[in-house]
Nanobody, 119 residues
């Protein structure tokens, strides 16, 4: 059973940076596509970025050029470096995983970590 544990959220001022990380366990990390989602108050959960085992990544338009997703297959870890944060980035950030070639939707989720950007 896949388990995802996030860390690294917190409070940062607008224009600042924050890094959130997620440790994967319970299966073969290299067989999974990893992603970060976020859910702001009163809004639906949205995908922020995803990365394949081979390192191919994609981003939501709202974070392109500011956020970078990365993964360390040796440490079973995926991270999201967030730069030039603004108050609209305030949300609970969730790590998610889906099996490559077997699933088209994310069905493994972490508990979430709060990111708050102040003005």
């Amino acid at each position: 059973q896949v388990e995802l544990v996030e860390s690294g959220g917190g409070l940062v001022q607008a224009g600042g940076s924050l890094r959130v990380s997620c440790v994967f366990s319970g299966s073969s990390f290299s067989a999974y596509v990893m992603a970060w989602f976020r859910q702001a108050p009163g809004k639906e959960r949205e995908i922020v970025a995803e990365i394949t085992s081979g390192g191919s990544s994609s981003y939501a338009d709202s974070v392109k050029g500011r956020f970078t997703i990365s993964r360390d297959n040796a440490k079973n870890m995926v991270s999201l470096q967030m730069n030039n944060l603004n108050p609209e980035d305030t949300a609970v950030f969730y790590c998610a995983a889906r099996q490559m070639y077997k699933s088209t939707s994310y069905d493994n989720w972490g508990q979430g970590t709060q990111v708050t950007v102040s003005t």
